[in-house]
């Protein structure tokens, strides 16, 4: 079956780094996605990798290794507003997205 | 830019009621997606459609009904709502399948 494994939860202090951790199964593999959600509020879009390696953009990257079926999300300089869910979701062969249930990721002062 | 527009944000339905939820984008997206999204769930593909005349099931497509008659709208309709059906729901568009998809604001839809 298809599966996206992500932690349920986790805590960092402001101005720290974090990462967080995605595992996947599908069938077949078109890229990783992660996408952003405040609670209450629709997700945005934070990365697609579809090669290994890192990509980076501003304080957020994104990693991807295909041949472990993993991927993770680096945040740098923690702000309080970083304080959301991060989805993982894993496109497979036939380019249908697999969401994880997210990570909610709570920032300490 | 208005994006993606979703209406209305909360509706309280009884059981056996239907309703349609609308979503409309302005950025000439072909591709345009249901999700409902549970408690501690990932998001749940409902409905997908690749253009206008085009659509296609998702992953839990029953009880619910979509149409494309525009590239612009892309209703989800629910004919004997159940309290199943209890969740929030999201549409999104995006130009092509692996490129970034924006979300509506989303519905929060109880049945009672």
């Known amino acids: 079956g298809q599966n996206i494994d992500q932690p349920t939860e986790m805590t960092a202090t402001e101005g720290a780094i974090v990462q967080i951790n995605c595992t996947y199964q599908?069938?077949?593999?078109?890229?990783l996605f992660w996408y952003q959600q405040h609670a209450g509020e629709a997700p945005t879009f934070l990365s697609y990798?579809?090669l290994d390696g890192l990509e980076e953009k501003g304080r957020f990257s994104s990693f991807l290794s295909r041949s472990k079926g993993y991927s993770y999300l680096l945040l740098k300089e923690l702000q309080m507003k970083d304080s959301a869910s991060y989805l993982c979701?894993?496109?497979?062969?036939?380019?249908?997205?697999?969401w994880g249930a997210g990570t909610k990721l709570i920032i300490k002062p | 830019n208005a994006g993606v527009t979703q209406t209305p944000k909360f509706r309280i339905l009884k059981i056996g009621q239907s309703m349609t939820l609308q979503c409309a984008q302005d950025?000439?997206?072909?591709?345009m997606y249901w999700y409902r999204q549970d408690p501690g769930m990932g998001l749940k593909l409902i409905y997908y459609?690749?253009?206008?005349?085009?659509?296609d099931k998702g992953e839990v497509p029953n009880g619910y009904n979509v149409s494309r008659s525009t590239t612009e709208d892309f209703p989800l309709r629910l004919e004997l709502a159940a309290p199943s059906q209890t969740s929030v729901y999201f549409c999104?568009?995006?130009?092509?399948?692996?490129?970034?998809?924006?979300f509506g604001q989303g519905t929060r839809l109880t049945v009672v």
């Open positions: 459609s690749v253009g206008a005349g085009i659509t």
């Open positions: 990798n579809v």
């Open positions: 599908t069938s077949g593999f078109n890229g």
């Open positions: 979701a894993g496109m497979d062969s036939n380019y249908q997205l697999i």
């Open positions: 999104a568009s995006s130009f092509d399948e692996n490129t970034e998809a924006f």
């Open positions: 950025m000439n997206h072909n591709y």
